[in-house]
C-alpha cells in the first residue's frame, strides 16, 4: 500500500461508555482502525460486540467517551464530534450514505421521493436536476419501473434497494452498512451484497457491518470484533 | 414539489380526521373570539352613534299637567339649549279583529316639524302624523297585529273607544332607551289629544343641555336646578333623568355582557390549544422515526423545524379560512339583534379590522404556542434516539414516573377484578381493557378531561345564573305583590275607595300608598342622585323585601326610610342607623337609613318609608292617589280581567280614575330580555362542549392509532368487531362520565362568577344564587352522547383494522 495515501477513516483510541440505570457499560475498549480509500471493509462479529455502536462512531450518529474519529472526505479533514449537530448533520448527508438493516424510508413519499430527500435537505443539487438522479439511481438498483409507489407496495429486498439508492443521492465518497441483508433471504441478500461490490468498483469506500462469518471472504479486508475490541489475528491482516 | 414540502402536504391530508379535528378546534376559538371581538366594535360605535344621532335629551323630568308659558321659562334657562314639551298617556289599544290590549305609551308632540330632541327614524309610512293620526314605534308590532293603513282601537280613560288610522312606522332610539322594562310607544299630534279627551296640556319635559353635554354630573345638577324651578312655579315633579348624549344609557350592561361573551371566546381558544397541543404532541411522536432519518440524511434541526412550523400555520391558516367570514357574519348578525333589542340602527354590514386581525394573531398564534413544546421536543430527539426502536415508537417518551403509576392502577385493577370475581360480579375483560386505556396516557388524559370539564361546568353554571335570574326577577316581583294597581287624578279617602272596592267581587284587600319625590344630597349639599320614596303601610302584606341590611319600615318610623342596596355607590360607607340629607318637598331634612334592601335600580334609586308618616308630610293622611289591590287569584288573565272591572266600575262610580294596571306587568319582559342572554350564554356554554367532545374524539383517535398492534393482536385472538367498537366507546364515555364529576365540582365557583358578573351588568348589585339540577342533568345526558359520538369515528377506525394491517404497522 503507498504510504502517500492517508486514510478515507481513522479512529483513534474510540472509547465508547454506556451510561444507564443498571451502570457503566463499556462497548467499545479503545478501538484504532483505518480504513483507505476504495476499501470495502467488514466488521464482522457476534450480536452485542458493539459492532453498530463503532458504526454509530464513525457517522457521528452517537457520541464517543473517549478518542478521536477523523474522516478526510471532499478535500477536508473532519473531526467528527468536533462538529455541531447541524454542521454534523449536513456534513454527514454530503459525506456518508447510510443503510440500515431495516430500511426507513418514509412511508408517505413514494420511492423517487424518498431518494430525492437527501438532496433536497443538503442543497447540492437543483430540485429539477434531483428528480433526474433520484430515477438514475433508481435505475441502478434495478427499480425505475417502481419509482412511483409508496414503500409499503414493494418487497423488503427492494426497500432495502432503496435505501442504498438514497444513500448514494448526494454522490458520498462513504457508505457505511450496518446488516443491510439481515432481514432478508439469502438470495435477496446476494443481490444486495453484488451492488455494494459494483458500488465498490465504481470507486465509493464501504464500511459493512455483519455477523455472518461466512462473507468475511468477500470484502477487500474485514476486522473481527468481539466484546468491543478488535480480534488480533484480525489486525494482523492490516 | 420538493420532497420535504410534498412530506407536510401529505402529513396534511393523509389523516383527514386529525387535521379536520385541529383545524375546527382552531376555527371554533377563532369564530368565537372574531365574532365577539367584531360585535364590541360595532356596538360600541353603532349604538351610542345611532343613539346621539337622534339627539337624546339630557334631562326628562315627569311632572304635573303645565303649558307653553312653564315651558318657556325653562327654554330661558341658560343651562338649557333646547326643551320640549309632550304629552305621555297610557292607554290600551288593540288591533281592530283581536280581543287582546296592548299597553301604549302614546307620545303626543305639538309639532313634529320643530322636533329637536328624540328624534324619529322612519320605517315606513308617513313619519308626521296629522290630526287623528296615529305612528307606532317599530316595538309595538311585536305585540300588536297591525299594518300602515289599519285603524286600531284605542281605549280611554272613561273606557270609550276611539278609532285612530296608523299612518306610519317608526323606530325611536332615545325615548325610554335606559328602560327596558317599558312599554312601546306611539306617536300623536296634540290637537289629536282632544279626541282621545285628554287636555292639551304636556306632562313631561325633555331637554338638551347647552354645554357639558357628557358631563353627568353638570346634567344632574341642570337636572336638579329645573325640577326645583318647577316645584316654585306650583307643579309637582314625579320622575327626573339624567343621561349623557354620547353614550347609550344601556352601553354599560350591553359592553359587560359582551365582556363575559369574550371571557367565554377566550376560553374557548384556551380550551382548544390544550387540544392542539394534544393532537401535535402525539404527531410529533409518531414522526420521531421520520426526523431521525431526515436528520440521518443530512437534515438539519432549523430545516425540520420548519417543515413542522409550517404544518402547523397551515392548521391556522385552513382554520382562519373556515372562521374569518363565518365570524363576520356572527358578529353582524349578534350586533343586528342586540341593535335590534335596544332598538338602534346598525350603521351596515362592514369587516371590523381589528377584530380581523385578532383572528389571524389567535389563529395562527396559539397554534404555534400550542405546538412549541412538542416542536422543540421532537426536533431535539437525536438521530440515535429515533432510529433505534425504543423511543421510536409512539409509546416511547413516556417518563418513568407514568409506568409505575400505570402498574399500581393495573395491580387496583386486577385486586379489583378478583374481589368482584369473588362476589359474583365479573366485568367483561374489554371494559377493563378499555378502563385500563383511559388512564393510560396521562397527560393527554388529563388535558382532555381539563377541556370536557370546563364545557360541562359553563354549561351546567349557565342553567344556574338562568335560574338565579329568574328567581332574582321573582323576589323582584315581589315588591308588587298587588293584583291590581289603580292610580287616581286626585286623592281620595282609604275608607271610601275600600268600600267601594269591596264591592267587586274577588277582590280581598285594598290598601292606599302615598309617595315622595326626594334628592338624596351630598355632605357639601350638592344633590347626589333622586331617589322615589315609595309609602305602603308598613306592615303591607303586599311587599316582600329582600332585606340585606338593618331592618324594614315601621309604623313609628319618622324621617326614617329603607332604601335600595344600590345607594352605597353614592355612599360607599353608608350603613344601617346612618343619617342621609335629603331635599324633599322643597326642604333639606335628615332622614336615617334604618335598613338597605335589594332591587334593580335601572330606573333611579328606590326607597320605602311608612304610608303613616309620609301622607302626614303631604298633608293627606288617611287618603292616597294610588291604591293597591289584592284579589282571590293571582294569575295574569286574572289580574288583567279585575284591573278591567275595576278601572270601569270606579270609572262607573263617577270617581276620576287615572289607569287600573294589572300586577307585575313590567316584568314579563325582564324575564324576556334576560331569556336572549341565556341563550347568548348557551351558545357559548355549547360551543365550549363541541371544542371538549373535538378534544375527545381526537384523543380517542390518537389512542386507537397507538395501540394499533394491540389492537391488532385482540383480533388475531377472536374479538369482534363489536367488542373492538365496545371497549374504544366505553373508553370514550368513561373519560366523559369522569368529566361530569369534575364539571359539577368546577360548576359552583363558575356560577358564582358568571352570576356576580351578570348581575352587577344588568342590577348594579350582586343576586342571591340558586342552583338547580336541571343543568346537571342535561349536561350529564349530554355528556354521555357527546362522548359517544366522540368515540364512534375512532371506534370504527379501530374495528376496520385487519390483523394484516396491523403487522404491517409495525
Ligand atoms: N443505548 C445503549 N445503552 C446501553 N447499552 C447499550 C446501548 N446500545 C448498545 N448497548 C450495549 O452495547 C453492546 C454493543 O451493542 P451493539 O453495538 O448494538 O452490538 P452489535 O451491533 O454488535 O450487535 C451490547 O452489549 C449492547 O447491549
Ligand atoms: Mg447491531
Known amino acids: ?238 | 414539489m420538493r420532497p420535504r414540502w410534498r412530506k407536510v402536504f401529505l402529513d396534511l391530508i393523509d389523516n383527514k380526521l386529525r387535521t379536520l379535528l385541529v383545524v375546527l378546534s382552531i376555527a371554533v376559538g377563532v369564530f368565537a373570539v372574531g365574532m365577539i371581538a367584531g360585535t364590541y366594535v360595532i356596538i360600541s360605535n353603532d349604538m351610542s352613534a345611532s343613539y346621539a344621532a337622534n339627539r337624546p335629551a339630557n334631562v326628562q323630568i315627569r311632572s304635573d299637567d303645565f303649558d307653553d308659558e312653564l315651558l318657556t321659562t325653562i327654554r330661558r334657562d341658560r343651562a338649557v339649549a333646547e326643551a320640549e314639551g309632550r304629552r305621555v298617556v297610557n292607554l290600551r289599544v288593540r288591533a281592530p279583529d283581536s280581543q287582546k290590549w296592548v299597553s301604549l305609551d302614546i307620545v303626543a308632540i305639538k309639532d313634529f316639524d320643530k322636533n329637536q330632541i328624540n328624534l324619529l327614524n322612519p320605517i315606513s309610512g308617513k313619519i308626521k302624523p296629522d290630526k287623528r293620526e296615529l305612528l307606532l314605534e317599530r316595538e309595538a308590532l311585536k305585540d300588536l297585529d297591525v299594518q300602515v293603513g289599519d285603524k286600531v282601537e284605542v281605549q280611554l280613560a272613561d273606557g270609550t273607544i276611539k278609532r285612530l288610522p296608523v299612518v306610519g312606522i317608526v323606530q325611536d332610539p332615545t325615548t325610554g332607551a335606559g328602560d327596558f322594562l317599558g312599554q312601546p310607544f306611539g306617536y300623536i299630534t296634540m290637537d289629536t289629544l282632544p279626541y282621545l279627551r285628554e287636555p292639551e296640556r304636556y306632562n313631561r319635559i325633555y331637554a338638551t343641555v347647552a354645554e357639558g353635554q357628557d358631563d353627568l354630573v353638570h346634567i344632574r345638577q341642570v337636572t336638579a336646578d329645573l325640577k326645583d324651578k318647577i316645584e316654585k312655579a306650583g307643579y309637582q315633579v314625579r320622575r327626573t333623568n339624567s343621561s349623557k348624549t354620547h353614550e347609550h344609557p344601556l352601553a354599560s350592561v350591553v359592553n359587560a355582557i359582551l365582556g363575559i361573551l369574550m371571557a367565554l371566546g377566550v376560553l374557548i381558544v384556551f380550551l382548544s390549544s390544550s387540544l392542539i397541543a394534544n393532537t401535535l404532541n402525539a404527531l410529533l411522536n409518531q414522526h420521531l422515526r421520520h426526523i431521525g432519518v431526515m436528520k440521518l440524511v443530512g437534515g438539519r434541526r432549523n430545516q425540520i423545524f420548519s417543515m413542522y412550523i409550517v404544518l402547523i400555520l397551515t392548521f391556522g391558516l385552513l382554520a382562519l379560512l373556515i372562521a374569518v367570514p363565518l365570524g363576520g357574519q356572527g358578529a353582524y348578525a349578534l350586533s343586528r339583534l342586540i341593535a335590534d333589542l335596544m332598538s338602534f340602527t346598525l350603521q351596515g354590514y362592514r369587516i371590523v379590522p381589528i377584530a380581523f386581525v385578532i383572528q389571524a394573531l389567535i389563529g395562527l398564534l396559539i397554534p404555534l404556542a400550542a405546538g412549541a413544546g412538542p416542536l422543540v421536543r421532537g426536533t431535539h430527539t437525536s438521530v440515535l434516539q429515533a432510529i433505534s426502536g425504543d423511543s421510536g415508537r409512539g409509546d416511547g417518551s413516556k417518563p418513568k414516573g407514568e409506568e409505575k403509576r400505570e402498574s399500581r392502577w393495573e395491580r387496583f385493577q386486577v385486586r379489583a377484578a378478583a374481589a368482584l370475581g369473588r362476589r359474583g360480579i365479573h366485568i367483561p375483560r374489554p371494559l377493563l381493557i378499555s378502563l385500563r386505556n383511559t388512564f393510560r396516557r396521562r397527560s393527554r388524559f388529563i388535558l382532555t378531561l381539563f377541556t370536557l370539564t370546563m364545557g360541562g361546568a359553563i354549561f351546567i353554571s349557565v342553567f344556574n345564573v338562568r335560574v338565579s335570574l329568574h328567581e332574582f326577577i321573582g323576589a323582584v316581583g315581589k315588591y308588587f305583590l298587588a293584583d291590581v294597581t289603580l292610580d287616581f287624578d286626585q286623592p281620595y279617602r282609604l275608607r271610601e275607595i275600600e268600600q267601594y272596592a269591596r264591592q267587586v267581587p274577588g277582590v280581598v284587600d285594598v290598601e292606599g300608598w302615598a309617595y315622595a319625590s326626594a334628592e338624596a344630597l351630598y355632605a357639601d349639599g350638592s344633590t347626589a342622585d333622586n331617589i322615589t320614596i315609595l309609602a305602603p303601610p308598613a306592615e303591607s302584606p303586599l311587599v316582600a323585601p329582600i332585606v340585606v341590611a338593618g331592618r324594614w319600615i315601621r309604623p313609628d318610623d319618622k324621617r326614617a326610610l329603607a332604601v335600595t342596596e344600590g345607594i352605597l355607590a353614592l355612599y360607599p360607607d353608608l350603613k344601617p342607623g346612618d343619617a342621609i340629607r335629603l331635599k324633599i318637598n322643597g326642604q333639606e331634612e335628615t332622614w336615617e337609613v334604618v335598613g338597605l334592601f335589594k332591587f334593580i335600580d335601572r330606573e333611579g334609586y328606590l326607597a320605602y318609608a311608612p304610608y303613616e308618616y309620609i301622607s302626614r308630610q303631604n298633608n293627606q293622611a288617611n287618603q292616597a292617589y294610588s291604591f293597591r289591590i289584592a284579589t282571590e287569584k293571582h294569575d295574569r288573565p286574572y289580574q288583567t280581567a279585575m284591573s278591567a272591572t275595576l278601572d270601569q266600575y270606579f270609572r262607573d262610580a263617577g270617581f276620576k280614575v287615572r289607569q287600573a294596571q294589572p300586577g307585575l306587568s313590567s316584568l314579563d319582559k325582564a324575564s324576556e330580555s334576560l331569556d336572549i342572554l341565556i341563550v347568548f350564554l348557551l351558545i357559548m356554554a355549547l360551543l365550549t362542549a363541541t371544542v371538549g367532545s373535538m378534544g375527545l374524539t381526537g384523543t380517542m383517535g390518537m389512542n386507537v392509532l397507538e395501540r394499533t398492534r394491540e389492537i391488532g393482536i385482540m383480533r388475531a385472538v377472536g374479538a369482534t368487531d363489536g367488542t373492538i367498537t365496545r371497549m374504544v366507546m366505553i373508553e370514550g364515555v368513561v373519560i366523559g362520565s369522569i368529566s361530569w364529576v369534575f364539571a359539577v365540582l368546577l360548576s359552583f365557583p363558575i356560577t358564582v362568577l358568571l352570576s356576580t358578573i351578570i348581575s352587577v351588568a344588568i342590577f348594579q348589585n350582586p343576586i342571591e344564587l340558586v342552583f338547580t339540577w336541571t343543568g346537571y342533568l342535561i349536561w350529564l345526558a349530554l355528556v354521555l352522547v357527546l362522548s359517544a359520538f366522540a368515540s364512534i369515528l375512532p371506534a370504527r377506525n379501530a374495528a376496520r383494522l385487519t390483523i394484516r394491517e396491523v403487522l404491517a404497522y409495525e
Not at chain 1, 443503510?99 to 438532496?119: A, D, G, I, R
Open chain 1, 1 to 238: 500500500m503507498a504510504t502517500d495515501v492517508l486514510p478515507i477513516i481513522e479512529l483513534r483510541g474510540v472509547v465508547k461508555v454506556y451510561t444507564s440505570e443498571a451502570g457503566d457499560f463499556t462497548a467499545l475498549k479503545g478501538i484504532d482502525a483505518q480504513v483507505m480509500p476504495g476499501e470495502f471493509l467488514g466488521i464482522v462479529g457476534k450480536s452485542g460486540a458493539g459492532k453498530s455502536t463503532l458504526l454509530n462512531m464513525i457517522s457521528g450518529v452517537d457520541h464517543l467517551t473517549r478518542g478521536e474519529v477523523i474522516v478526510r472526505a471532499n478535500g477536508k479533514d473532519v473531526s467528527v464530534h468536533t462538529l455541531n449537530e447541524n454542521d454534523l448533520a449536513l456534513w454527514r448527508g454530503r459525506t456518508m450514505g447510510i443503510v440500515y438493516q431495516s430500511f426507513q424510508l418514509l412511508p408517505m413519499l413514494t420511492l423517487v421521493e424518498n431518494v430525492m430527500l437527501p438532496m433536497d435537505l443538503c442543497g447540492l443539487y437543483h430540485p429539477r436536476r434531483s428528480r433526474e438522479r433520484a430515477l438514475e439511481l433508481l435505475t441502478l438498483v434495478e427499480l425505475e419501473e417502481h419509482a412511483n409507489k409508496l414503500p409499503a407496495f414493494i418487497s423488503g429486498g427492494q426497500q432495502q434497494r432503496v435505501a442504498i439508492a438514497r444513500a448514494l443521492a448526494n454522490d458520498p465518497p462513504i457508505l457505511i452498512a450496518d446488516e443491510p441483508t439481515g432481514s432478508l433471504d439469502s438470495v435477496t441478500a446476494d443481490h444486495i451484497f453484488e451492488l455494494f461490490e459494483h458500488l465498490r468498483e465504481n470507486g465509493k469506500t464501504i464500511v459493512m457491518v455483519t455477523h455472518d462469518k461466512s462473507l468475511s471472504p468477500r470484502f477487500s479486508r474485514h476486522l473481527v470484533l468481539a466484546d468491543g475490541e478488535i480480534v488480533p489475528n484480525g489486525k494482523r491482516e492490516i
